[in-house]
């Protein structure tokens, strides 16, 4: 880690002893400080096991929604289990009338209306592919039959080359099907129904004779699949619909909740620390109020990015409302904006916490550095100080009031707050009576204006009665800063006040930046609201949107040309951003290059990973399935539905070891729970199939709640759905067909208390023979994948500081453009900025998901590092906040034409040195070849350093926002850059050092000896 200061500390780096001491002792407590929060957050950690059981308690109460959720979930495969009483459903489905209740839960009628329509479509389209699929292998199983029996009477008996091609058919299938799962996770439970309609129907369809059963035998199987969805599907939009608007409205409720969580947690995090101290306590690391900031902070982050996603399903449905399909993506937009100045808040406090503490350290070491004398210069300047400090707290809670009071605008605006009259609001809150003239409450008129003047003036020190403007109240703190004069006489007080000053500098300009963005979501509400209520309806549905949509294509082409050779801006961003180069493969040169670059994609996809998952599927399937096809095996696997284990295979089989482990146990434990459920639903009525059925529907609806509850969890709750059907639904089939019948369809019929265990027992094999083949011949560890989602995070975010680093350049030299102009280097800039964001993103939340399912896998010889990987994960997570408040502040370093600032005219370089330091990218590439490829790294691999903040203390700087924007850019800098130095020291952990140097040591004793 570097040895220097946490903040700006002035002076050059050999001035004087005393300053290295103080630069080697903050280091020291920096490092101090990061353990000591460490073990602090390990051993909270073990002392609230009570408090998260509780929590999870108290999550699973009742409400209105989960009840409704439920009750919906539960009625499709309710129904359908009950038509099995129907004698003409029961004649024409047969034994495959079970299948229906199973596909009705996979309509997740749960789903608002434009996320049900999409995934049905995408449902129906696989097992109609499916179905397609299936009748080409009977076809080619009958074909095959035809070609090898010369007589007609033996077409009836078995075949070996009709299984053989229909058994090649189903293995290129499931492989298909699970490696495209894989590939692609939004398709995962498609797939699995697509997968789940191959094993049922292609090992019953090789022993047909002719095409004419081959279609029947599918045609039922396929009207069973479609009429449980439909069934689902019709009851999805029937009972309790749910709009996605109104989704997306109850998620914008839910991230200005967030937002004014974060805002009332960063007031009470400063008011802590601001009497912390007053009062001379400096136990900073016992405060939990950072951690909360922290834990506020990522609550409201994921609330927008729901929002985010959820903005673009309710721009797709037909409403009555305000907002149409452009200002639903404007609205997600402006509640992005806020997250950087919102994040910021939180690096903030943890800044001002560490610094806290480090100066009250310093302040009891007297060794560490000259001390002033106690003279009145010293308590004059300690009055000073406070009294600025005060100040400046001051105006930053009003900025805090004027936020929330800005929040419960927005929310009278959008009208997610019920049962209030806006005329009465002034009664519901007392206001002095100083402000009762001019005070304007939320949902008023004129309230705008009134929360606009809050960022825009302000009093200061002793100017209580004089109204300034924001800039000046600015000019006024930047003036009276603690100055540092000589450094020899640099005290530890000084020192901290000086850490203190900025980073309560950076807490009152992210609070200004953070209503300002909240500014711009109210007027946008603001005059949506004034406008009338109207039908709306999504452009795609016009004809005259595709038709401009593909006509106006040419039209850009030359505008932007036009534009291009008009004001002759060319933006390159490099090959590596847009096509990495390949060490073995010039780039193509002519046609047939072309074409050969794009077949040699096809042997790189057989060679991925996900093929190889899709290989470990099928391989898990044919160990049960190949009984179908043998000839003295055939009829054993039909007569006892061995099918359900193929099912199970489907269900269970996950990528890495861990989390299958884990999903081993869930499924197992949700099977038997469904056993002993089936046992007490079959007897406690006495076998009564009234009772059967009503018992079997609650069931059903504690599944549908366990189902909205847990939906991570979806595929044990399916299994013990589909345990329950085969048991109690398979047994109201042989009731209702006769044992005769279900006999003559070569099908085994037993008493329900043994064929309760005995289909437990299938499934349970299905679910371990998936799990076999997950760890053999090699388990796909955790570990691994760990460590490589890992490296490729680390890359993701050289790329991402790469363009930061471009983006503080594009502002310090005045030539960013206009954003919304997109022949603008600032237009490209962002696109790419939010390009290797998103994919650091998904990277991150796969790492952070690996990292989740860690004790779940079984190590051979040595323990896993899992302590090291996890602080990994958090330096990792805080260098992406880092990096986007870097590239959201550096807006405000903009020249003025009448001052120009010093960042922008510096021809020493001094001003880049500070704010964009080189050798982090260069770093997190060689960490990430080091991890990724399992290597040691270089040798001698020293810390990166920052140059110290003389600039911003010794000389004079113009007193704008600019200062304020630059200051914090380079304090978060410098924590950036202490974070890097760590990451490299555990990774030199992990992987080690590239060392060939050797030392002798003599023992002087035994050369007195001898």
Known sequence: MSTETPAMVSGNRNTSTSEATLLSRSGTLARTGTL???????????????????????????DWYTVKMAIKT?????????????????????????????????????????????????????????YCWALLAGWSGVQARQHTTNNVDERNAYNSSAE???????????????????????????????????????????????TKQVIDQTNI?????????????????????????????????ACLDGLAGVTRTQRKCMQSILLRTITGTGEMDSNPCANQLEAAVQHFVNEVSKTRQNSEYAAREISWGVFDHSQLGDISSLLVDLIPPASGLSSVADMLQLSTAAGYDLSNDACAINRHSETDNDSSYDDDWQHLETAMHQHSQKMTEAILEGIEHAKVRLELIKGRSLFSRSRVRKVDVEHRAVAVNPGEAGFLESYRDVFEKGRVLDEENEAISNKKLLECYIQHRPQVGNLSEYTSEMHSNTLRYFLFLHSQTLLSSLGNELLNLLTFVDDCYSRHKRLLIPPFFHPNYWVKRFVSLGDIQQESTSQDAEKQTHVELGPG??????????????????????????P???????????????????????????????????????????????????????????????????????????????YVVDEKTPGILVFLWLWFVVLGYLFVKFPSLFSVWFVALIASIVMIANELQVRKLGEAAVLASGQAVYAPYIIFPYRLAFVTLGVLTGYFWTIFPYPLSEHSELRENMAKTMYGLACYYMCIQQTVLAHLHGNFGDVKDKTSPGFHLQAARRRIFHKYQALNTSTKTGYQFLDWEFGLGGRFPKQTYGEMISILERLGSYMTLISYVSRDMKASKATSSWWANDPTGTAQAHLIPKGITTRMIILHSALSRAHPLPPKLTEIEIPHMGEFLTRDVPADAGFAAAALIHSVTWYLIRDVNRLTQLARELVGELSFSFSIIHDRHTENGL
């Open 36 to 62: 000591a929060r460490t073990e602090t957050t390990a051993f909270q950690n073990d002392t609230t096991r009570r408090l998260q059981l509780k929590s999870v308690l108290f999550q699973q109460k009742l």
């Open 74 to 130: 539960s009625i499709p495969p309710a129904v359908l289990v009950c038509a099995i009483q129907s004698d003409s459903w029961i004649n024409h489905f047969k034994t495959n009338a079970y299948l229906a209740p199973i596909i009705s839960a996979c309509v997740l009628p749960a789903l608002p209306r434009a996320m049900l329509i999409r995934h049905n479509v995408r449902l129906t389209f696989a097992i109609v592919l499916a």
């Open 164 to 210: 053989a091609v229909v058994a090649i058919f189903l293995i290129f299938f499931i492989w298909s099907s699970c490696t495209l799962k894989s590939a692609f996770p939004d398709w995962g439970l498609q797939c699995t129904i697509a997968g789940i309609l191959a094993v049922a129907t292609l090992p019953g369809i090789a022993r047909a004779p002719n």
């Open 221 to 253: 199987i396929l009207e069973a699949f479609l009429v449980g969805q439909a069934v689902g599907f019709v009851n999805a939009l029937i009972l309790f619909p749910q709009s996605c608007r109104d989704v997306f409205k109850k998620d914008m409720g």
């Open 577 to 602: 951003f847009y096509s990495p180069k390949n060490p073995d493969h010039l780039p193509p040169s002519n046609l047939m290059e072309t074409i050969g670059d794009y077949i040699r994609k096809i």
């Open 604 to 682: 790189s996809g057989f060679s991925s990973d996900h093929a190889a998952f899709g290989l470990r599927v099928v391989c898990a399937i044919m160990t049960i399935a190949i009984i179908a096809f043998l000839h003295d095996s055939q009829n054993f696997y039909f007569r006892h539905r061995f099918l359900w284990s193929l099912f199970a295979i489907l269900l269970s089989m996950a990528r890495t070891a861990g989390s299958s482990t884990f999903l081993l146990l869930g499924r197992v434990l949700g099977t038997l729970a469904s056993m002993i459920t089936s046992y007490i639903i079959w």
